[in-house]
């Protein structure tokens, strides 16, 4: 009884085998626009039980079954059409603001062998000042300034949907450097100037699906801060954000409070302050 059933069983197989066999088929498709890698993870799904789909330089490799195959190619027809020209912006914005106020108490005493004097280098600001008839002296100065921080970049690019783009722009800002060298004669200081790039660009990858974008950004600001040249700002952000063409998509932002008070001698100065960041994209067709 088992002999015959594993007779039947082999029989079976081997008239089976070939028919499912024959019901596949193998066919290169070369593609016009697309790309590889990015078209197989989207029809690896459709492909009939039993079937595969690779590929390489350019062209894909499918075994399915002939109405899988049938319904394979009309999906392929609409992936494999020509990438969208694509303009894409970034804009990056900063806006602040920065009150300080600068105190202090200097003047001058002599009697007799003694002398004090603390002398204030500056006449900005307002001044209250005493003297009597000996010479002596005591003065108050206070300043108090106000400035906005604001700074508008915009980078725009051309590429092709699904293409990485690259933009990069700037600057190299001279950083007054000094050195001290312990001789023989003495010590000797020496002066010079370092150059340090200032940067702002950004790196994009776009996906579209219809009107709606995928975008892979990386975008990067970096700038000198305000009165304090040896100082740089940097902000980067890396993300993945989505929306619609044609709409700016914020995709990062941040807010920072400065309070500052620092003394040197009988000066002192208070520093109060805020910023905001924002890093906005927007990806428009160019038809």
Known sequence: MNKLFLHVFLLFIIGVT??????MK??????KHGVVSDIIPVLKPLVAEGGTVTGMNGKLIIKSTPSNLKQIKQVLAKLDNAPRRLMISVKQNVDGSLKTNESGLSGRYHSGNVRIESPDISNEGAIIQGQDSDGNMIRYRTLETRSNIEDRNVFRIQTLEGHPAHINVGNSVP???QSAVVTGAGIVVQNGVEYRDVTSGFYVLPRLQGDNVTLLVAPRLSRVSPNQAAIFDIQEVETTATGRLGEWI???GSTQHYNNDSRANVIRTKQRGQEQRNVLIKVEEIK
Do not use: W, Y
């Not at 070939?18 to 019901?23: F, N």
């Not at 193998?26 to 593609?31: A, K």
């Open 18 to 23: 070939p028919v499912m066999a024959d019901s």
């Open 26 to 31: 193998l066919e290169i498709i070369e593609l």
């Open 175 to 177: 950083i007054p450097t």
């Open 250 to 252: 914020q995709i990062g």
